[in-house]
């Protein structure tokens, strides 16, 4: 991919709006708007979602090609945790539509292990491997550990950002506030990188409408749904839900980042927007639901429906 020249746009925080005022608000989008937005989950691979979103017949190594047809992107997890195989890569590609695009994350041995310093080796193992992608590749994310603090890895940072290649596009998420300032706002803009917006909102603060520090560094928007990680694993490290339905509503939120993306679709490029099981507790019905309120449908297999019955939902609403 070859980079693309912008003009830097600052946006620092701006007072959330009320749930009283943003549940009035409607969007109509014209058809060139919406293709700028592309929803789809945080990874695809969910054994939760066997049966209320693969079919329980359709094997696992065919649930990407069965995502695809319902999703226009998704954030792929797996590089986190391993650089990707050359023939799974390509995989990747065959499996999925012309149109089709992916996000990737940058393994955690640069981020976490590494911690962004003498990882130039890696770096380029990473990048020449998710090479096959091609056109369909449009973001690498880099997710800094929330132990990543300014004191320590100010220089670190800086020197990082300066190695990477300009054929790739960026996008980084900082889990720790001290870097929440205008001079690192100048770095990353500076080299031309997405500062991503994460919402990790505790789960019982789930009906505020979110307050973020919201920096617009580049020529396109990178939006995480993530939720509270609090509601994965118990004490003893076992899975605390099952994530095959919406399990908490987050209205509030999902109105204001709504109201976010519509002010910004004028001034940028693109808008990816990803979510997270941990967000509702379904991250395919929380696409959907994003969706709706853009302006735009994103439909499901008919079996997430069923699954989540209309009498289930009237008591999820009488609950929140």
């Not at 005022?21 to 937005?37: A, G, M, P, S, V």
């Amino acid at each position: 991919m070859r980079p693309v020249k912008f003009s830097p746009v600052r946006n620092y925080p701006q007072p959330a709006a009320t749930f009283r005022e943003l549940r009035h608000f409607q969007f109509h989008l014209n058809l060139t708007d919406q293709q700028k937005i592309r929803i789809g989950s945080c990874a695809w691979s969910f054994s939760d979602w066997r049966g209320v979103f693969y079919p329980p017949e359709l094997p696992e190594s065919r649930w990407l090609e069965f995502y695809a047809n319902y999703f226009p992107a998704v954030e792929v997890d797996t590089t986190f945790h391993a650089v990707p195989a050359d023939d799974t890569v390509r995989r990747w590609v065959e499996m999925t539509p012309a149109a089709f695009r992916f996000t990737c994350k940058l393994p955690r041995h640069i981020t976490h292990v590494c911690r962004l310093q003498d990882c130039a080796a890696e770096l380029s193992v990473f990048l020449r491997a998710i090479e096959p992608l091609a056109t369909k590749l449009q973001v690498i994310l880099v997710q800094l550990p929330p132990s990543f603090v300014p004191r320590d890895g100010k220089s670190a940072l800086a020197k990082f950002l300066a190695q990477l290649p300009r054929d790739f596009r960026f996008a980084i998420e900082f889990r720790h506030a001290g870097w929440h300032r205008p001079q690192f706002i100048r770095l990353i803009e500076k080299h031309r990188i997405c500062w991503v917006w994460a919402d990790t909102t505790p789960l019982n603060e789930r009906n505020l409408a979110p307050f973020e520090f919201l920096p617009c560094t580049t020529d396109f928007l990178y939006l995480r749904l993530l939720g509270d990680y609090a509601t994965k694993y118990d004490v003893d490290g076992g899975d605390v839900h099952r994530y095959e339905k919406l399990l908490w509503k987050r209205e509030a939120a999902l109105e204001s980042w709504s109201l976010r993306i519509q002010r910004h679709l004028a001034g940028v490029r693109n808008i990816w927007a990803f979510a997270g099981n941990h967000f509702e507790g379904f991250a395919p019905e929380t696409c959907q639901r994003i969706a709706q309120r853009l302006g735009f449908t994103v439909r499901l297999p008919a079996g997430t429906e069923r699954a989540f019955s209309a009498n289930a939902r009237a008591q999820l609403d009488l609950q929140l």
